[in-house]
């Protein structure tokens, strides 16, 4: 069986005003792809997540946003990249995680959130980062009898609430 | 893709409310008009979210900043009115573990 996915490339300006844009075209696609409201709403949120990371770090002096989509027959692939600086991929996934209830107020950071909501609205999430940070993301169709099976792909890391 | 707010004061404090989608564009403005109101000693400040569709970490995180000033004068922060979507996000961070939302807070649920 040959597949060849359809691919939506599109690159935007490193600019808060641009990550709209990006959301929203992903909202068209995965609406186009047969996705439930509340999975396009979390593939918005994370898409919107990684666009925000490349505004906020990825440049000194402005840049690009490159943003992939793949429509696969398991699901969408997500990827966003940006060709500024690199990070430590391994350092940063120790420090995501949610706010902790028992921290005073005071010491509540109001950053670090954005990775943490990548990983858990999405089924599967690669970060590398050689020239640049990419972010590539998952979201599978479910189908009936396919998303309950221990051996399926959404077992993974799946957290729905 | 914009946001709206107005806000109304009342008896206790000052209450805001929020139309539209708080993003990395929007939240600057929504930061502007909450932090000063919650600078202000003893006393509340209700963030209505009735009409927001669409809310991500940017927007989380200015809630984290007017929880922080609140609470350094003395004053209270609330959240109302949030829909499933909007919830869901307070409560996969933990936020809804700090911040009073409808009347609730899940003090150390987790």
């Given at each position: 069986?040959?597949?060849?996915?359809?691919?939506?490339?599109?690159?935007?300006?490193?600019?808060?005003e641009y990550v709209g844009v990006v959301r929203l075209t992903v909202s068209g696609i995965a609406n186009r792809a047969g996705?439930?409201?509340?999975?396009?709403?979390d593939m918005k949120i994370a898409v919107a997540e990684a666009c925000t990371n490349v505004v906020d770090h990825a440049y000194s002096n402005g840049g690009t946003i490159k943003f992939s989509c793949s429509i696969e027959e398991e699901g969408l692939k997500l990827v966003v990249s940006d060709d500024g600086q690199s990070v430590d991929v391994v350092q940063l996934r120790e420090e995501i995680g949610p706010v902790d209830g028992q921290d005073p107020?005071?010491?509540?950071?109001e950053g670090g959130l954005g990775l943490f909501l990548i990983e858990s609205l999405m089924d599967e999430v690669e970060i590398s980062s050689e020239a640049g940070v990419a972010i590539v993301m998952k979201k599978f169709l479910q189908r009936d009898g396919v998303e309950e099976n221990a051996d399926g792909p959404r077992s993974a890391d799946k957290q729905k609430q | 893709m914009?946001?709206?707010?107005?806000?109304?004061?009342t008896e206790a404090g000052t209450r805001v409310m929020v139309e539209g989608e708080i993003d990395a564009y929007t939240a600057p403005e929504l930061r502007e008009t909450l932090i000063p109101l919650t600078e202000k000693q003893n006393t509340?400040?209700?963030?209505?979210?009735a009409n927001v569709e669409y809310i991500d970490s940017t927007g989380l995180g200015?809630?984290?900043?007017?929880?922080?000033?609140?609470?350094?004068?003395?004053?209270?922060?609330?959240i109302t009115g949030v829909n499933e979507r909007v919830h869901r996000l307070f409560s996969i961070t933990g936020l809804d573990e700090v911040i009073d939302i409808d009347g609730e807070r899940r003090e150390g649920a987790k």
């Open positions: 069986m040959v597949n060849t996915a359809d691919v939506v490339e599109m690159t935007v300006p490193s600019k808060a996705f439930s409201y509340d999975d396009i709403e107020v005071g010491e509540l950071k | 914009n946001l709206t707010l107005q806000t109304k004061e509340e400040v209700v963030v209505d979210l200015i809630f984290i900043g007017a929880l922080k000033s609140a609470h350094s004068n003395g004053s209270e922060l609330a």
